[in-house]
């Protein structure tokens, strides 16, 4: 069972705990110890699992990162006012060999989300991304993946499976369950142009990080669609994690990527979060476990919605353009939007009604002036293909 490779949370951090307040999270959650063993998992929200793997790292590192100094401040921090149960696993750590971390990831994953538990996974590298997403393979057919980061992670063709790497992997392995890829906050110049052309070729959908800064609202329906949320943490500006060299001095600030979390959080779809390429400083230490915080908040405020024209709850609006009649919902609750796409005759759905694609309200302006909104046109070409 891939559970039993899973090691107790270090006792650094139930020492800490003891000085703790009750309000706070440390003394909330059901840790995974030597003495009591695993947790049960039965009415979790959030299961916490941290991947010591790093074998597949693009940049070498001296020092494993110190998972226990993020849980130290993760459980410093204060319950908001959730109704959740929360499960700390502790450490996956090196197997023999990488595949097998691989395995025992994508074992602990599957399993997790069969009894609908959030992991919220804090990984050493981020090409620990791809055992969570081949978690998937006998629970889900098609996945949306949204990768939080400065670069694509395309890699060469022949390069094998590392941290800059790893989307390919997930592009060509079999079998190929990915439906949709959306990249929130690259930066032009860490992307070679073929990365560029190739993200337009498969239609899938990218964001630059100026974009996102000037409207942080136009993550939320990106990570609306969204089954994983993979987060490296070199999407960060250096001096928000404590000026480490490996990172840009251009990137989010603590208070934007705090609010992209809270907006995954809020996604009735994302099922697994992960943090990867964090630092060893204090800062980025914290700054991980108010990422993670925000998460969770934004979880405690789901709303489960389905657009429909018989529902008061929405307002239906049809547009006609030149070339197509777009029908948009708009939700009275959540002031939330969608868009619907025609039906796609292909692997992925048996069914002919439309489906409805997470939009902002500009995309609703935009049609109402005969612009036929990017992401919208970008999901039909991808149906038909």
């Known amino acids: 069972m891939a559970f039993d490779f899973l090691v107790p949370v270090e006792d650094k951090a139930l020492a800490h705990c003891e000085l703790l307040p009750l309000q706070s999270l440390g003394k909330n959650v059901f840790k995974h110890t030597n003495r009591d063993g695993l947790p049960v998992l039965a009415n979790a929200s959030f299961a916490i699992m941290g991947v010591n793997e790093s074998r597949n790292a693009f940049e070498k590192k001296p020092d494993k990162l110190a998972i226990v100094e993020i849980r130290i401040q993760l459980y410093k921090l204060m319950m908001g006012n959730w109704n959740v149960n929360i499960v700390d696993l502790g450490n996956v750590e090196e197997g023999e060999t990488v595949e097998d971390t691989y395995f025992v990831v994508k074992e602990i994953v599957a399993e997790l989300l069969e009894e609908n538990v959030i992991p919220i996974i804090i990984?050493?590298?981020?090409?620990?991304?791809?055992?969570?997403?081949?978690?998937?393979?006998?629970?889900?057919?098609?996945?949306?993946?949204?990768?939080?980061?400065?670069?694509?992670?395309?890699?060469?063709?022949?390069?094998?499976?590392?941290?800059?790497?790893?989307?390919?992997?997930?592009?060509?392995?079999?079998?190929?369950?990915?439906?949709?890829?959306?990249?929130?906050?690259?930066?032009?110049?860490?992307?070679?142009?073929?990365?560029i052309d190739l993200m337009e070729r498969l239609f899938f959908d990218a964001y630059r990080l100026g974009a996102i800064t000037s409207d942080i609202s136009l993550a939320e329906p990106v990570l609306r669609n969204a089954h994983i949320v993979s987060l490296d943490v070199r999407a960060i500006k250096a001096s928000e994690i404590g000026l480490s060299s490996n990172f840009s001095p251009n990137g989010f600030d603590g208070r934007e990527i705090c609010t992209i979390a809270r907006y995954a959080g809020i996604s009735e779809n994302v099922a697994v979060f992960g943090i990867y390429e964090s630092e060893n400083t204090p800062q980025s230490y914290q700054l991980v476990a108010q990422i993670i915080w925000y998460f969770m908040e934004g979880y405690n405020f789901r709303i489960k919605e389905r657009p429909s024209a018989s529902s008061?709850?929405?307002?239906?609006?049809?547009?006609?353009?030149?070339?197509?009649e777009l029908v948009f919902f708009k939700s009275q609750l959540t002031q939330r939007w969608w868009v619907e796409v025609p039906p796609f005759v292909s692997s992925h759905t048996k069914s002919n009604s439309p489906a409805l694609l997470p939009c902002t309200e500009q995309d609703y302006l935009d049609a109402c002036d005969q612009i036929i909104p990017e992401r919208w046109f970008k999901a039909y070409k991808k149906g038909l293909n």
């Open 123 to 195: 990984g050493a590298t981020q090409d620990i991304t791809y055992p969570t997403y081949r978690a998937f393979d006998k629970i889900k057919t098609m996945i949306n993946l949204v990768s939080v980061d400065s670069r694509f992670d395309f890699g060469a063709d022949e390069e094998l499976i590392s941290s800059s790497s790893y989307m390919s992997k997930i592009i060509t392995d079999k079998p190929n369950n990915l439906f949709n890829f959306s990249n929130i906050g690259y930066q032009s110049y860490f992307n070679a142009q073929e990365e």
């Open 312 to 324: 008061k709850d929405f307002t239906k609006f049809i547009v006609p353009t030149d070339t197509e």
